[in-house]
């Protein structure tokens, strides 16, 4: 069966595989390229924007840009009571709290009563929480999704961002970016 | 025929139509594929006006009207460097503000104003776009990003 | 504990899978005899298992366990009981865990019930099945355990998305799954023939059953997810050519084009290196788009899990299984010996045209379906759609459509056209007609004016069968047959009709105030907020008189969901026997007028009716096959026994 007729006939089987393996080779360029969560953050270095958000919750007064321009570096995170991962970095927020860090909130697209809950459940580390009804401060900062945490120098200048929950082994880098940015 | 040549010529027939599928493809994804512009781009290489294509920015604050027939709106979409006027008519998707990144997709008009048929919104569920991950650092400072 | 139990059930399951595979390789080989036995056996029980693990799951869920993570991420104490059972598979893990049972108890399935094709083939078929299984199970043991606990638990869950808070949406996942995994016995069949050699007709009856019942559901879950996508996104359209529709779309063109191609080779004996080819295909199109919905590699309206890791690992197992098949087909294909010749006026011929037709739009589809991925690799930002994919599509369905008219009244091997032209005047009337009529009424575009009269003349076409036969007499399969095709024209001319004849008004408008769509006249009578279980709204009734009949009330709805929170618009709409009535409900501009978006869509409702009527074809096939196949088992029994009371 190897007359010239078939013989093209058989190559055209291999066909199929050939185009398979294009198909491969497209997509794994298309996956293995840095996903956006590896690109270093372009916040670093970026000076906070000018915001005013109003309190969301008894017992803390609300967040503005002034507030983060006073020495002092802290830690800001941005989070929401419907949010699973948030209460799931609530005891390394509480770890960081009791280690000396500060630690601000900016609650995104929340209600007032649900934040009061979620702080009863999971603890509050927060010294001043704003309420960002729509997300614009939130997008103003470059953040993406909830939770993130930014660590804020005393001039108020972004010097890390941490995107998704807190883990344990993340904490004391957290920490040391914060007496970084206290230089 | 030859049994031999039946399935010689079903397969040279199978391989013809689906090249000939391939190269129709080609030709018509060129004419027929959105490209993706950011203000920047719609202002120094602007498509032919007509052409579908989808413009993606940030709503500047302040820039948003409604029209007295209270359907249709116009805004501006800026990316830091570059403004461009939008008109649309319908109902907009929840979570489109002022302030808050957009992707339209529709036309450019002959005056310069963008005229969209569609318009998708961060967080927004019924789509998230992907393509404004990629801009460049001071568009991505005020344009929106993908999220979980 | 629920949550333990099933995770190690799966555990088992894949274990199973694991020994099913390595003893049917071993049952192949000479030395390996022994192993025969046990084979089919462990499927069943495998499959077994895999369904323990997944009631595990449905349990957990019911239960609002949230210490299992995947229900804390998912669920909600709130949710309605019917939305926490779906919400087991409303998510990435939950739905992989569905498809390795549905992987499992199918090839439970065959090993039960098998006994056409030889054995060989059989274990081979049911060891290909286990190692496609195996690469999903281990995908789910190490990278998407649905039993991953969360600790500590938090007090109430994420919320399952509104969007998938509907009934049509529920059940929509479970039938496509159902349709994409029964493909997976079609390709293990196939490279079960392959090893074994043995692709013949016995093949393709053997795996008829299964491909037609994945294309029963394939069918089913479009029609109906295009449904959902209509009435629930607002939008008014029907099908959006968007990625994750395009990855349910592909794996049906293959199947559509699989069915006929081995009702051919159980039939004729033809067509088999075509046939055992599109068995892969098949399944490696339910594979692709699995992972181009969960790689997060291309956007779309509802993009699972957005995460290059899993889109590595599914790729992985891509390359593996369709790769292995691929090469497989390549290296034995050529010695699959030649079936029986046709001419190119006979049965077999259009079907061929049929197959290569239906294999460009698939082509088409996967290339629009990518080109923006590859686009992008080129630095350039595009999307692909309508503009595209339509007018392509229709260049190959056009012309198929026509074969579609005559090839059932061609007969098998070798015809002459010229005996069957006079049966096709009545359709060629038809759509000449229809096309005439629409062209005269003017203002239409070529390609719903070709929908329509085509769909025409398809109803004809699709019943020309049955003229000259015993009605009574008729098999199952030919009625099975004629409903499809006879469904495939009514979709059409739905579908034209949408495009063409669609009457859209846009207003805003105070309460009290009369709008007219088309012969509608449609009042704002007042708009209130309402609300219910986990959202609020805003409700308007509208009373709608059709030219000077009675009134009907819609009460269209723009809500507010709150855990997570989201807005979404209910549609309301009114069906009539030539139309619908959509109706969409906006926000209040600053002059406390109401923005309502109004459709009038003649005919819209023809596209479901036919895709149910062509879901029904198949059923009815499938019955007559399995009938068939009851009373040929029957028949030699009797035989049989008679033999032994006769001594013989």
């Known amino acids: 069966m190897s007359d010239p007729l078939n013989k093209s006939a058989r190559w055209a089987l291999w066909l199929p595989l050939g185009l398979f393996g294009v198909f491969v080779a497209l997509v794994a360029l298309g996956l293995l390229r840095p996903a956006s969560r590896d690109v270093p953050s372009a916040m670093i270095g970026k000076p906070m924007p000018d915001f005013a958000l109003a309190p969301v919750v008894a017992g803390h007064p609300g967040l503005a840009k002034a507030d983060l321009t006073d020495g002092n570096p802290r830690l800001v995170n941005v989070f929401a009571s419907w949010c699973v991962p948030c209460a799931v970095e609530a005891p390394q927020l509480a770890q960081l709290k009791a280690a000396g860090a500060e630690i601000d909130g900016v609650a995104i697209r929340d209600r007032g009563e649900d934040v009061a809950a979620f702080l009863a459940r999971n603890g509050d580390p927060f010294t001043r929480i704003g309420d960002d009804r729509v997300s614009a401060v939130q997008l103003a900062i470059g953040s993406a999704g909830v939770p993130e945490t930014f660590v804020v120098d005393g001039k108020g200048t972004i010097r890390y961002q941490h995107i998704g929950d807190i883990r344990p082994e993340d904490a004391p880098m957290l920490l040391e970016k914060l007496a970084e940015a206290g230089r | 025929m030859k049994a031999k040549h039946q399935r010689l010529v079903l397969v040279a027939i199978a391989l013809v139509a689906l090249i000939g599928a391939g190269l129709l493809a080609a030709w018509a994804l060129r004419n027929q594929a959105s490209y993706f512009y950011v203000p920047s781009d719609i202002v120094t290489k602007p498509p032919e006006p007509g052409r579908a294509v989808r413009l993606g920015g940030m709503v500047e604050k302040g820039s948003l009207k409604t029209a007295p027939d209270g359907v249709t709106i116009a805004f501006i979409v800026g990316d830091g460097k570059a403004r461009v006027p939008v008109r649309f008519s319908g109902i907009v998707p929840s979570l489109f503000t002022e302030g808050s990144g957009v992707v339209a997709e529709g036309r450019l008009a002959p005056g310069g104003t963008f005229v969209a048929d569609t318009l998708l919104a961060k967080h927004d569920e019924k789509y998230v776009p992907r393509e404004l991950q990629a801009m460049t650092e001071a568009q991505k400072r005020k344009a929106v990003a993908d999220t979980k | 504990m629920i949550a333990e139990f099933g995770l190690a059930a799966l555990w088992f399951a894949a274990a199973l899978a694991a020994l099913q595979m390595a003893a049917g390789w071993l049952a192949l080989r000479p030395q390996g005899a022994g192993m025969a036995a046990v084979v089919r056996p462990i499927a069943v029980v495998q499959g077994l298992l895999a369904a323990i693990a997944f009631a595990a799951l449905i349990a957990v869920f019911c239960r609002t366990d949230l210490s299992v993570k995947l229900v804390a991420e998912n669920s909600h104490s709130m949710k309605p009981l019917l939305y926490k059972f779906a919400g087991a598979w409303g998510n990435h893990e939950g739905s992989m865990l569905l498809w390795v049972t549905v992987m499992g108890i199918a090839g439970g399935f065959v090993a039960l019930v098998e006994r056409r094709l030889p054995e060989p083939t059989v274990l081979a078929t049911l060891a290909a099945q286990a190692f496609v299984s195996l690469g999903f199970y281990v995908f789910l043991l190490f990278a998407s355990n649905p039993f991953a606990r969360l600790v500590p638990a938090p007090p109430e869950g994420n919320g399952l998305n509104p969007l998938l808070q509907d009934p049509g949406l529920a059940f929509h996942p479970p039938t496509l799954y159902f349709g994409y995994v029964g493909l997976s016995v079609a390709f293990s069949f196939a490279v079960g023939a392959l090893l074994t050699r043995e692709v013949g007709p016995a093949f393709a009856r053997a795996m008829r059953p299964w491909v037609l019942g994945a294309w029963i559901f394939l069918t089913l879950g479009i029609t109906a997810g295009s449904f959902w996508a209509y009435y629930e996104l607002g939008w008014g359209g029907w099908w959006f050519w968007d990625p994750v529709e395009n990855a349910s779309l592909m794996p049906w063109l293959a199947a559509t084009a699989l069915l006929h191609s081995s009702s051919v080779l159980a039939a004729r004996n033809a067509l088999r290196a075509w046939t055992v080819m599109l068995g892969v295909v098949a399944f490696s199109m339910s594979m692709v788009g699995t992972f181009l919905v969960r790689s997060g590699i291309l956007t779309s309206v509802h993009a699972f899990a957005v995460d290059p890791t899993r889109g590595t690992f599914i790729l992985a197992l891509l390359a593996i299984n369709i790769g292995g098949a691929l090469a497989l087909f390549a290296m034995r294909a050529g010695t699959v010996t030649e079936g029986e010749r046709f001419s190119v006026s006979s049965r077999e011929a259009a079907l061929v045209f049929n197959n290569v037709m239906l294999s460009c739009v698939l082509g088409i589809v996967l290339v629009g379906t990518l080109y923006p991925l590859f686009a992008e690799s080129l630095g350039a930002k595009v999307s692909v759609g309508p503009p595209y994919f339509n007018p392509m599509s229709a260049v190959f369905v056009i012309p198929m459509l026509m074969v579609l008219a005559v090839g059932p009244l061609l007969r098998w091997r070798?015809?002459?056209?010229?005996?069957?032209?006079?049966?096709?005047?009545?359709?060629?009337?038809?759509?000449?007609?229809?096309?005439?009529?629409?062209?005269?009424?003017?203002?239409?575009?070529?390609?719903?004016?070709?929908?329509?009269?085509?769909?025409?003349?398809?109803?004809?076409?699709?019943?020309?069968?049955?003229?000259?036969?015993?009605?009574?007499?008729?098999?199952?399969?030919?009625?099975?047959?004629?409903?499809?095709?006879?469904?495939?024209?009514?979709?059409?001319?739905?579908?034209?009709?949408?495009?063409?004849?669609?009457?859209?008004?846009?207003?805003?408008?105070?309460?009290?105030?009369?709008?007219?769509?088309?012969?509608?006249?449609?009042?704002?009578?007042?708009?209130?907020?309402?609300?219910?279980?986990?959202?609020?709204?805003?409700?308007?009734?509208?009373?709608?008189?059709?030219?000077?009949?009675?009134?009907?009330?819609?009460?269209?709805?723009?809500?507010?969901?709150?855990?997570?929170?989201?807005?979404?618009?209910?549609?309301?709409?009114?069906?009539?026997?030539?139309?619908?009535?959509?109706?969409?409900?906006?926000?209040?501009?600053?002059?406390?007028?109401?923005?309502?978006r109004l459709w009038w869509k003649p005919f819209v409702m023809l596209i479901w009716w036919g895709g149910a009527l062509i879901a029904l074809g198949g059923l009815l096939a499938l019955i007559g096959r399995v009938l068939a196949d009851l009373k040929r088992i029957a028949a030699r029994h009797k035989i049989a026994y008679r033999r032994e009371r006769q001594g013989r």
């Not at chain 3, 096709?424 to 929908?451: N, Q």
């Not at chain 3, 105070?510 to 219910?532: D, F, K, S």
């Not at chain 3, 009330?553 to 809500?559: N, V």
Request: aromatic fraction near 8%; proline fraction near 6%; charge should be positive.
């Open chain 3, 414 to 596: 070798r015809d002459a056209f010229g005996r069957v032209a006079k049966r096709l005047l009545a359709p060629w009337f038809v759509a000449l007609g229809v096309g005439a009529v629409l062209v005269g009424r003017g203002g239409i575009g070529l390609l719903p004016l070709a929908g329509m009269a085509l769909g025409a003349g398809v109803i004809v076409a699709s019943v020309l069968p049955l003229a000259e036969r015993n009605l009574r007499r008729t098999p199952l399969p030919v009625w099975g047959m004629v409903t499809a095709h006879f469904g495939v024209g009514v979709a059409l001319i739905g579908m034209g009709s949408d495009s063409a004849f669609t009457i859209e008004k846009l207003v805003a408008a105070r309460v009290g105030e009369t709008v007219a769509a088309g012969p509608w006249q449609i009042r704002l009578a007042q708009v209130e907020p309402i609300a219910g279980p986990n959202w609020t709204a805003f409700e308007a009734q509208l009373q709608a008189r059709y030219g000077g009949g009675g009134t009907v009330t819609l009460k269209p709805q723009a809500r507010s969901f709150w855990a997570p929170p989201q807005q979404t618009s209910e549609s309301a709409l009114h069906t009539r026997w030539n139309g619908q009535l959509y109706t969409v409900l906006g926000e209040q501009t600053d002059d406390g007028r109401w923005q309502l």
